[in-house]
């Protein structure tokens, strides 16, 4: 039996059979890397399934968007102006909750896409932007005090289950030491980015020929210049100039942030000339880079006078306020002049992640310093204040600082710091290393003795502060520290003290509380350094904002 003769094949048909194969070959080859990075989140990153993480994340979200449309309902709405205030700021602050959780979305799905956000620390980026998620919603109740409205009631079950949910999310992410973050791998991978040197050397990162100087992908060559040019010689790189007496492109600095180009790549330079501006200023989320440059500390001031007591939540009463991520400050003071009568009064309040504040002065009495989330480093600043002064929630260290206490009302106590942690998942804490601990003028003046000045109290239930390498003068009471009510949280906070000096450093009779720490072993100290708690070597300016990476002798 003769076969019928096969047909020809018809130019189409080969065409589709062509790229039948390549679509086949491209998807043979580009699983692979996805494999690969499910198992790297696996592996690095959770304890549960990373497909349940995302999944988790997702929904997280959603129920974010429908708590900020349920709460911007009411903006605008009432006519008592701190409820207003509040309401406001939840939204502003569910909003910060909405970015936080679509950054650590993107994260979980694309570990091998870095993003201008991160630091190269995927999981330390994650912890990072969930921790501060997590605080946002007692930020927002905690606005509502000296109210009496029905709406806390309505809005605060809502805002319970975002943070119970963003408490879920840290717990599925690798376990790490109950004091500190990073899991073991990490910290292997961190030892290996970290400068080389002898141990116990003092690191100051040197820029290698050719490379970027140890700065952040973000700090360019320009940039680097900036930082390094004395103040009062004028900025010549500067896009825009501030001057009080109109010879530059603005008088007002809120006015140089608005013309600021939104989510910015490129580092936008702001000079501000000598001269007291009195302003508020709010540096919104999508103002990315900024760098705001004075001609010294005590010639460049910004000064406010926002307090509680005249109405404000605690958190708009800043004089300076900035979440856009990356900012840099240096050279100019921020002040709060409400006085101790007005009671909370912040001067600067920082959400900005991966932040820089550089020989600035930050002054004020109650709630001074707002250090209120994501990471941040102080270097050679001057903070005066009273009650609670450095406060908040964010992972920060502070260098080479004078924190000087103010003398208070005559029923006050001087806290040094309060800071924020409310969950043993997040990452957050103070960590104050060289600095001064003193008396300012109005005190010494006084009697330090006529205010009693304490290094901390447990603002929230796992509240954690570190003093290390630093001078603490006779203005710090033997004991140390201070109760926040009763027994809260000295079974649970972290405050430790390693290697201070002076006549106040003495832990002879410092509080017996169990979660006080005199700290001997280098090893457990190193954790509360800029390279290990805030992963400073892989995003600190590093030779115009200088920086130690680890511990001295």
Not at 264 to 274: C, E, G, L, P
Not at 323 to 352: C, M, W, Y
Request: net charge positive.
């Amino acid at each position: 039996m003769l076969m019928a003769p096969r047909r020809p094949i018809s130019t189409i048909s080969l065409l589709f059979l062509v790229l039948l194969l390549l679509l086949l070959l491209f998807s043979s080859l580009s699983s692979s890397p996805l494999v690969v990075a499910d198992d790297y989140l696996q592996a690095e990153c959770f304890n549960v399934p990373s497909s349940d993480f995302i999944a988790s994340v997702k929904s997280t979200i959603d129920v974010v968007r429908k708590v900020t449309s349920l709460v911007s309902k009411f903006a605008n709405a009432l006519y008592d102006f701190r409820l207003s205030t509040a309401i406001n700021d939840c939204v502003d602050l569910l909003d910060f909750s909405a970015d936080e959780l679509s950054l650590t979305l993107s994260a979980s799905q694309n570990p091998s896409t870095e993003k201008d956000s991160s630091t190269g620390n995927r999981v330390s980026d994650m912890r990072t932007w969930l921790s501060a998620a997590l605080g946002n919603q007692d930020t927002c109740m905690e606005g509502f005090q000296g109210t009496s409205s029905f709406v806390e009631g309505i809005v605060g079950g809502s805002l319970g289950q975002v943070t119970s949910l963003v408490s879920d999310l840290l717990a599925m992410l690798r376990p790490h030491d109950t004091h500190f973050h990073g899991t073991t791998t990490e910290k292997k991978k961190k030892k290996k980015m970290k400068s080389s040197g002898p141990a116990g050397r003092k690191l100051l990162v040197v820029p290698a020929e050719g490379d970027n100087g140890g700065f952040p992908a973000w700090v360019k060559t320009g940039e680097r210049r900036l930082l390094q040019q004395q103040p009062s010689l004028g900025v010549s790189d500067a896009d825009v100039v501030v001057a009080a007496d109109g010879s530059g492109n603005y008088t007002r600095v809120m006015h140089a942030i608005e013309a600021a180009p939104d989510n910015s790549t490129r580092r936008y330079v702001i000079y501000v000339k000598k001269g007291v501006y009195r302003e508020n200023v709010d540096i919104k989320k999508k103002k990315w880079n900024l760098m705001i440059i004075g001609d010294g500390m005590d010639l460049t001031v910004i000064s406010g006078n926002r307090s509680y007591v005249d109405g404000w939540t605690t958190f708009r009463t800043a004089t300076f306020a900035v979440s856009g991520r990356g900012f840099i400050a240096r050279d100019l003071t921020f002040e709060n002049t409400a006085g101790p009568q007005k009671h909370q009064a912040v001067a600067l309040r920082s959400d900005s992640d991966l932040s820089v504040f550089f020989r600035c002065g930050i002054r004020g009495y109650q709630d001074t310093l707002y250090a209120h989330s994501l990471r941040q480093f102080y270097r050679e600043c001057h903070i005066t204040g009273t009650v609670d002064f450095i406060f908040g929630n964010g992972a920060v260290v502070f260098q080479n600082c004078q924190i000087l206490a103010k003398k208070a009302l005559p029923d006050q106590k001087n806290s040094i710091t309060a800071q924020g942690r409310k969950d043993p998942g997040q990452n957050t804490g103070f960590s104050i290393q060289f600095s001064n601990i003193s008396a300012d003028s109005d005190l010494l003046a006084a009697g330090v003795n006529s205010t009693l000045t304490y290094l901390g109290r447990p603002w929230k239930l796992y509240s954690r502060t570190v003093f290390m390498q630093s001078y603490i003068s006779s203005v710090v009471r033997p004991e140390g520290w201070l109760e926040w009510q009763g027994n809260f949280a000295l079974d649970t906070l972290f405050y430790g003290e390693y290697r201070n000096y002076g006549p106040g450093a003495a832990l002879g009779v410092r509080v017996k509380w169990p979660g006080f720490r005199a700290i001997n072993d280098s090893t457990q100290a190193s954790n509360f350094t800029v390279a290990q708690f805030i992963d400073g070597n892989m995003w600190l300016p590093s030779t115009g904002v200088k920086y130690t990476a680890g511990l001295t002798t």
